[in-house]
């Protein structure tokens, strides 16, 4: 291969052989650094996705609501301003301020009242109080 004399000058051979060996082994380092970096990326990508899917599977089940007859079983009250006043001013659920006459729940252990068709159809689903996760009646989860 040869090279215009106005490129190479009056340096001696040895030297552009140097040069180039120096180029060379530059882009193999830079190349390894490239590869090496890949392989850490992948293995720690690798090591996340292995943990997430073993606390996917390590979750508890899915939380089930109350037997039918023991949510019937529940007390079943009609809201009075003056009985329940301060106490109890909105069902949690639907958010909705109770008003003289809605037909309503009050929680046996907790105290905690909701409208009857929204606790209910909580309980269907949840065996625990939407505001404090209290088990309305013990022993009785399904």
Not at 7 to 21: E, H, R, T, Y
Not at 39 to 59: E, G, P
Not at 73 to 78: A, E, G, I, K
Request: hydrophobic share 45%; aromatic share 8%.
């Amino acid at each position: 291969m040869a090279l215009p004399l106005f490129f190479l000058g009056k340096l001696p051979i040895s030297v552009i052989v140097l040069v180039a060996s120096i180029s060379i082994l530059s882009c193999a380092i830079i190349i390894a650094m490239c590869t090496w970096r890949m392989a850490w990326i992948i293995w720690c990508h690798h090591i996340i996705v292995t943990s997430r899917q073993t606390t996917t599977s390590q979750t508890t089940p899915p939380n089930r609501g109350l037997d039918g007859k023991i949510l019937r079983s529940l007390p079943r009250v009609v809201y009075n301003l003056e009985v329940y006043g301060k106490k109890l001013t909105e069902c949690a659920i639907c958010l909705m301020e109770f008003v003289d006459g809605d037909v309503m729940r009050v929680l046996p252990h907790c105290g905690h009242g909701f409208h009857m068709s929204c606790i209910d159809r909580w309980l269907e689903c949840h065996s625990s109080c939407p505001s404090c996760r209290d088990v309305p009646v013990y022993g009785t989860m399904s």
